[in-house]
């Protein structure tokens, strides 16, 4: 099997893309939204999770190589990434709503 490496130009725009939803996730942290304790509290955890996931896609498929690897090895890291996020989401939200 013979792997492909990630061009320069890739990894430069994998890394900016990372770097900027790293940013994003830390403003999430510190805005206030307005509406309500609920999505005060529980939409900057989901645009967090987002991100997050976000880049550990990209590390996954162009740092780590996944996407050269077999579909059913592509499958399980989305599957694993997807029951991470709706995991985190479902704990804050039931912390939420147990505060309340």
Do not use: C
């Not at 529980?42 to 050269?68: D, E, H, Q």
């Not at 499958?75 to 704990?91: K, N, P, R, S």
């Amino acid at each position: 099997m013979e792997h492909k490496t990630v061009s320069a130009r890739t990894a430069t725009w994998v890394w900016a893309v990372a770097s900027m939803a790293t940013i994003l996730a830390l403003v999430a942290t510190f805005e206030q939204v307005p509406g309500g304790a609920l999505m005060a509290r529980f939409l900057p955890v989901v645009i967090i999770m987002a991100v997050a996931s976000t880049k550990a896609w990209l590390i996954l498929r162009f740092y780590l190589g996944l996407r050269n690897a077999q579909g059913s090895w592509t499958g399980l890291f989305a599957a694993f990434l997807i029951v991470i996020v709706v995991g985190v989401v479902l704990a804050q939200a039931a912390i939420i709503l147990i505060d309340q």
